[in-house]
């Protein structure tokens, strides 16, 4: 939709405008395509390939809400690619390609030509959207979503009532695809149509709930039925979020937060997150509306992010408020441009630099949000992969796994589909004790250890070189007899075996117990 009618508005638009544009959609194209990720990157990237095959979210297939309409497009990309990962990243780039033509065409609208090109640019060298349009993620068609309901709600804001309905689809097609959208961009969404007739409004509202019972009555239908939906969004939510929020922790927890989100905006945007010191002393007037338009745009995002859940690897949820982000930045460098007196040329160099910046960060920043950390991981993963077999096979080796966002549960029981694989420790659900158990890429929920021909189980070494990981795999590996354990080196990785017989000791024995 947001390429739709992104096409639709380039008709308003002159022809160095749309040449803009397109070179903007090739460049994102291409850099994307040429550094995407080969393998599925992340716990979650696994969730979503395996529920492109069976949609479960009581086993995490993919982990609740669900976000149904993504694991939908993805079977419609999969139909043709045959490659969950492919097809996944491929979402993801097409969704980076329309975030920068909304970008592009909401700047042009609000601060001119120069800033749209400069917030153009700044969306294409962005480390941190420049990343996710590589891997199988959620976050980048968050973005398109963003930016999308950033342009039909200003519209809106300004008396285009013809926008009401596209926007009401818009969020709740948004919300089939990440439902936490409609808690950070409803708010805006409302706010725009606080000038709009009654009747109008109204028929909006309609409009969104029935788009939102369009995905949402599936969903519940794939998904076994309210119980088994409501009962794992639950048990997600005790396991995960719930722990740390700003009603359960101390206010550190939440400063630290807020200085995390600094740090993401710096990840986000390179040098060009000093643009702030650039803006003129004295704001323009003509800007109030847009900066209140702007905080309603962020507020609700980054109050959640703040004071309720982020973590590192969830770095993505700011891709989602670095839109609006680009709109300024890209104004306070443009006005910078236009009023300084330094050389031209020197202009030029100088904002080379900093996309030159933006270049190394994602190329080499050693973190998550990297192209060096992706192929790092998927180095990692085929060597492992490819050692098991050496290890043992798959009719006298049990595979034991961590919960882990790489080199984890979901990787093993995914790339390692003949060998069963277990979930260390056990989960808490809300129907009891379970342990996850993967096989042939397929997930159950075992209330007891399996029974079964292994003589051996392994425990699936966690990313190498990471003191902490190996201080975990310790703890783990003291629970079993020191006299029963073999190690062996492959690839690089420690494979640690055990006799089938210690399995019960890394798993409580009631309600967990041994068939």
């Known amino acids: 939709m947001a390429n739709g009618i992104a096409v639709a508005t380039m008709r308003r638009v002159n022809t160095r405008q749309k040449l ?12 994307r395509l040429v550094f995407r990720s080969r393998d599925l990157y992340d716990l979650d990237s696994v969730n979503f390939a395996l529920g492109m095959a069976r949609f479960d979210t009581r086993v995490h297939q993919p982990h609740p809400p669900g976000y149904f309409l993504y694991v939908c497009i993805g079977r419609l990309v999969n139909f043709f690619v045959h490659d969950a990962n492919l097809a996944l990243v491929l979402i993801s780039v097409a969704a980076s390609m329309a975030t920068v033509a909304m970008i592009y065409l909401l700047a042009q609208d609000w601060f001119g030509q120069r800033a749209a090109r400069i917030s153009g640019l700044l969306f294409l060298f962005s480390p941190l959207a420049w990343f996710h349009g590589t891997v199988a993620l959620t976050y980048s068609v968050e973005a398109a ?17 013809a926008f009401v309905v596209p926007a009401a689809i818009s969020l709740g097609i948004s919300a089939g695809i990440r439902p936490s959208s409609l808690v950070f961009l409803g708010p805006l969404f409302l706010f725009s149509l606080w000038s709009v007739p009654i009747k109008k409004s109204l028929l909006s509202l309609a409009v969104l709930a029935l788009t939102g019972a369009a995905w949402f009555l599936p969903m519940i239908y794939a998904s076994g039925g309210c119980a088994n939906y409501f009962g794992a969004l639950f048990s997600l939510w005790r396991m995960v979020p719930s722990k740390n929020t700003a009603f359960n922790s101390p206010p550190a927890t939440s400063l630290a937060r807020a200085l995390f989100i600094a740090f993401i905006y710096f990840l986000c ?5 000093l643009a702030p010191l650039l803006a003129p002393r004295q704001p323009e007037a003509s800007n109030k509306a847009r900066t209140i338009f702007t905080a309603v745009w962020v507020v609700p995002a980054l109050c ?28 306070w460098i443009a006005d910078w441009y236009d009023r300084t007196r330094w050389p031209r040329a020197f202009r030029i160099a100088l904002i080379s630099i900093c996309a030159a910046t933006d270049v190394a960060i994602f190329l080499a920043f050693p973190g998550y949000c990297s192209f060096r950390s ?25 595979v034991v796994s961590f919960d882990n966002h790489f080199l984890g549960y979901r990787h093993a029981g995914y790339y390692l589909p003949d060998y069963l694989t277990l979930e260390y420790p056990e989960a808490h659900l809300t129907e009891g004790v379970r342990i996850f158990s993967m096989h042939d890429r397929d997930t159950e929920l075992l209330s007891s250890l399996p029974s079964g021909t292994w003589s051996r189980f392994v425990l699936f070494p966690l990313p190498a070189g990471n003191a902490e990981y190996a201080h975990y795999i310790d703890d783990v590996v003291k629970l079993l007899p020191a006299k029963d354990l073999q190690t062996v080196n492959l690839n690089g990785h420690p494979f640690v075996t055990a006799p089938i017989r210690d399995l019960p000791l890394l798993f409580p024995p009631s309600p967990l117990a041994a068939r």
């Open 20 to 31: 803009d544009i397109w070179l903007l959609l090739g460049a994102v194209a291409i850099s």
């Open 374 to 398: 992706v192929r790092h991981f998927e180095a990692e993963l085929n060597q492992v992969r490819n050692a098991m077999p050496q290890v043992g096979a798959p009719s006298d080796l049990l």
């Open 145 to 161: 979503f963003s930016a999308l309901l950033g342009y039909l709600c200003w519209r809106i804001h300004r008396g285009d009532a």
């Open 304 to 331: 959640f992010f703040t004071f309720i859940f982020l973590k590192f690897v969830n770095s993505g949820y700011l891709l989602l408020v670095a839109v609006p982000g680009c709109l300024w930045i890209g104004h």
């Open 269 to 273: 945007f390179g040098p060009a997150s």
